[in-house]
């Protein structure tokens, strides 16, 4: 499989001596707008306002026009920390924290690539022709795959941007240029909002399978572990959310089969966010700074118990009820189910692969510690096994049938109601 090479550049995080040649754990974040994240850099505590020792490489395609993103642009590995002038964050600024607290053997990096009001029809999907509409937000998947992408994009395919240096494919040779041995550790994906707005909602479990299986087969990582942040409940109209009256079929569609999603697959889980406060009165589609904090933990301890393989429970967090406004499968007090999965190894170059809790050569993107508990080194990594109150639904055991979705979905609309809103996660 081929991969863009990309000259290093000199920075506080070079990567220029093979003595810093490491297991490293890359994670993929991709998504809409609560992925992009608004949380307020200048009220972050200190350790979290800049992480060294976490690399991260994030695009916001907004910077394809000139956009307020456009000066987050990453140029090469750097330290986690908030990004543009504005100094925004999202889920990552915790989740890199806590995975690398979990696996404190290996290197964490993270590969962020989200765009505020983007879509599995037009823009995340494998192949995509370019958006008419909105150009900027054009063929997503590409953007994060780069080379790694199998699609071919000629005539009315052809790519809008192809002069646009790519992320994934990029970042990893960085790495591998370096001596690491790499690992591709999960994908994160919170989106989901556009669609409840509108008909493609009906879809969404359809097309939020294909993107999964894409990634999976263009990373070479069959087993790929997956973390799924549900939609909230503050889009429903009752709460004062966004969606007209009348469409609220249509969020609990999109809840609905990412519930069953996890559900079907042992390398899913999914995150409740339905107790997140909203960044604003007028604004219900995004969260406040506190809720990207607790997100970000939320995403990391459900991917530890995935990669873990070992069977662990967790309770909805909406202050021990149902999750108020959509309800969810699996989200009522006392609900849990196990994580259940054996880590198969698998090279994203093809080059080679690494048994379970292996490492891979020099050259290769291995998933040595995706399951059975073990990293890449062989040790079981620190914390896996625990919830820490994921607030994590995830799904264990075989797969419950062509049923799943239907039933997800009558269970959503039995516990949808209305609630009164408080202040949360302050």
Same mark, same amino acid.
């Given at each position: 499989m081929k991969r863009s090479c990309i000259a290093m550049l000199a920075g506080v995080m070079s990567l220029s001596t093979s003595a810093m040649a490491q297991t490293v754990k890359v994670f993929v974040l991709a998504g809409?707008?609560?992925?992009?994240?608004?949380?307020?850099?200048?009220?972050?505590?200190?350790?979290l306002r800049s992480q060294p020792d976490i690399w991260?490489?994030?695009?916001?395609?907004?910077?394809?026009e000139g956009g307020p993103y456009a000066s987050a642009t990453s140029t090469d590995w750097g330290p986690l920390d908030p990004k543009g002038d504005a100094r925004r964050y999202?889920?990552?600024?915790?989740?890199?924290?806590?995975?690398?607290?979990?696996?404190p053997e290996q290197r964490i990096a993270i590969v962020k690539v989200a765009q505020g009001g983007t879509n599995?029809?037009?823009?995340?999907? &494998?192949? $995509?022709?370019?958006?008419? =509409? +909105?150009?900027?937000?054009?063929?997503?998947?590409?953007? #994060?795959?780069?080379?790694?992408?199998?699609?071919?994009?000629?005539?009315? &395919?052809? $790519?809008?941007?192809?002069? =646009? +240096?790519?992320?994934?494919?990029?970042?990893?040779?960085? #790495?591998?240029s370096e001596g690491h041995d790499v690992e591709i550790a999960a994908l994160v994906w919170m989106q989901g909002e556009n669609e409840a707005g509108w008909s493609a909602a009906f879809r969404y479990g359809?097309?939020?399978?294909?993107?999964?299986?894409?990634v999976r087969e263009d990373l070479r990582v069959p087993d790929l572990p997956v973390v799924l942040g549900r939609v909230s409940d503050n889009l429903y109209p009752a709460n004062g959310g966004p969606i007209a009256a009348g469409r609220e079929a249509n969020i609990d569609a999109v809840r609905a089969a990412q519930v069953a999603v996890a559900d079907e697959d042992r390398r899913v889980a999914w995150v409740d966010t339905d107790d997140f406060t909203p960044r604003a009165p007028d604004d219900a589609y995004h969260f406040d700074s506190a809720a990207y904090q607790v997100l970000g933990q939320r995403f990391a301890d459900a991917y530890i118990a995935l990669a873990s393989g070992q069977?662990?429970?967790?309770?909805?967090?909406a202050?021990?009820?149902?999750?108020?406004?959509?309800?969810?499968?699996?989200?009522?007090?006392?609900?849990?189910?196990?994580?259940?999965?054996?880590?198969?190894?698998?090279?994203?170059?093809g080059a080679g692969s690494a048994g379970a809790g292996g490492s891979a050569s020099a050259g290769t993107a291995s998933t040595g510690s995706a399951g059975g508990g073990s990293s890449a080194s062989g040790s079981a990594p620190a914390g896996a096994g625990g919830t820490s109150g994921c607030g994590c639904r995830v799904a264990g055991g075989s797969a419950p049938g062509p049923g799943a979705a239907a039933l997800a979905l009558v269970t959503l609309l039995g516990l949808r109601r209305g609630r009164a809103r408080g202040v949360r996660l302050r």
């Open positions: 809409q707008s609560n992925m992009v994240g608004f949380g307020v850099g200048a009220d972050l505590p200190a350790e991260y490489d994030h695009y916001n395609p907004d910077a394809r999202g889920p990552e600024i915790t989740f890199g924290r806590a995975v690398a607290a979990a696996f599995l029809v037009d823009h995340w999907g &494998r192949g $995509l022709p370019p958006d008419p =509409e +909105v150009l900027y937000k054009s063929q997503l998947y590409h953007t #994060l795959l780069g080379s790694l992408d199998s699609a071919t994009y000629t005539g009315d &395919r052809a $790519l809008r941007y192809p002069d =646009e +240096v790519t992320r994934l494919d990029g970042a990893l040779a960085r #790495l591998e359809d097309l939020l399978r294909g993107f999964i299986a894409a069977s662990t429970s967790s309770t909805s967090t202050s021990g009820t149902g999750s108020a406004g959509g309800g969810g499968a699996g989200a009522s007090a006392g609900s849990a189910s196990s994580v259940n999965g054996a880590g198969s190894a698998s090279s994203a170059t």
